[in-house]
């Protein structure tokens, strides 16, 4: 027994030899972590803008916020491909690059249209991007982008392009995309793929009466079930958006009477039902959306039934105005050829095919019937 004892224990002895261990792991602070990407498109050209922090600004700290504002270091290549223009920071690393990290990536409008399919093939073939980044396009300079920092010195990661669901779970207008959803869109037949853009605002916020840039989400680029470019749309022109999201988390409707503010209602997780309808050779959409929300201000004296009916009057405006929007560039917005295509694949090929013309008109969003239903009034009962 006891000499099985001592070969056992040589045994495990001469295994610790075998062992890998960890002689050739990084230290962190030996390692360049990329956070963010912009990419633009000049001249048959990638131009590739990368982004990385200063751990010293996202680490937290004890005693409230950082005393420095965070450092923010941005670079910017360009190459006939994607990859030759990312290999270049490499000439000037000064340590082993790491994109496991990268949680956005943002897309140029001239990117956008004239880029093709090789725009998104290395983002999605190399294996240390991940799928789950955010997506985003944008018309503003890449640099002061991904420059941009947000409140009380804080790291860019608590920014808009690294967070967006904060403020989206707050106020809901345009829903943030994080790139697989994105691609699954994009790819998708009969699907309308959008990308919310990203602008800078200087005129909202002073930091001790200094104007500070920040970052927002001021509206959305479109492409088509066939993954062309149709154009832009702002945060004013898809107001009427929301309403077809069921993942509208909670979004404001602003009502008047008499041309005077009336009440502000707040509404939550829209309930949306499309039924295509083909009469003859015409082909229309039967909509109806149910909305619940609670009542948050109110300006004048008035019932409730009468409070439901001026939102739901607001909300058909709303959409309405939103889908002549989208019918000025051909962009399906509210997902009717989608609706189509799931109920009825041939017919969609009929009217929505790659040789047809674009088939939605003015009239193909009828009938439109929206319910409001008023849950609670805040503290406050209404006046009557």
Known sequence: MKKKRMLAAALAFVSLFSLAGCWDAK??????????????????????????????????????????????????????????????????????????????????????????????????????????????????????????????????????????????????????????RFISYYYEKGKTSYLPTLALNRSTWKDNRK????????????????????????????????????????????????????ATIVLRKPKVSIEPVKDGGKLTFRVHIRLTGSVNELGQTIAEAELQELAQKQVIKEIKDTYANGLKHQIDLYQLGYALYLHDPATWKTYFGPKQAFPLQADSLEPLTVTVTIENTGKYHLRK
Do not use: C
């Open 27 to 180: 230290e962190i602070q030996h390692i360049s972590y990329v956070t963010a990407i912009g990419i633009d498109y000049e001249k048959n050209r990638f131009i590739v803008y990368a982004q990385m922090l200063d751990f010293t600004s996202v680490a937290k700290q004890e005693g409230g916020k950082p005393s420095e504002v965070a450092h923010v270091w941005v670079s910017k290549t360009s190459g006939i491909s994607l990859n030759e223009a990312i290999d270049k920071l490499y000439r000037s690393a000064q340590q082993l690059f790491y994109y496991s990290h990268i949680n956005a990536i943002i897309y140029s409008e001239n990117a956008l249209r004239n880029a093709g399919d090789a725009l998104f093939d290395l983002t999605n073939r190399y294996r240390e991007i991940r799928y789950t980044k955010w997506a985003f396009g944008s018309r503003a300079p890449m640099e002061q982008l991904l420059s941009t920092t947000p409140f009380f010195n804080e790291s860019p990661l608590s920014s808009v392009l690294h967070e967006p669901k904060e403020s989206y779970r707050q106020n809901s207008y345009i829903m943030p995309l994080q790139f697989q």
């Open 211 to 262: 104007k500070h840039t920040l970052l927002e989400v001021n509206g959305s680029f479109f492409m088509d079930h066939q993954g062309k470019m149709k154009g832009f749309l702002s945060h004013e022109d898809l107001i009427g958006l929301r309403w077809f999201n069921p993942d509208t988390v909670r979004t404001p409707l602003f009502l008047s009477k008499n041309g005077k503010f009336a």
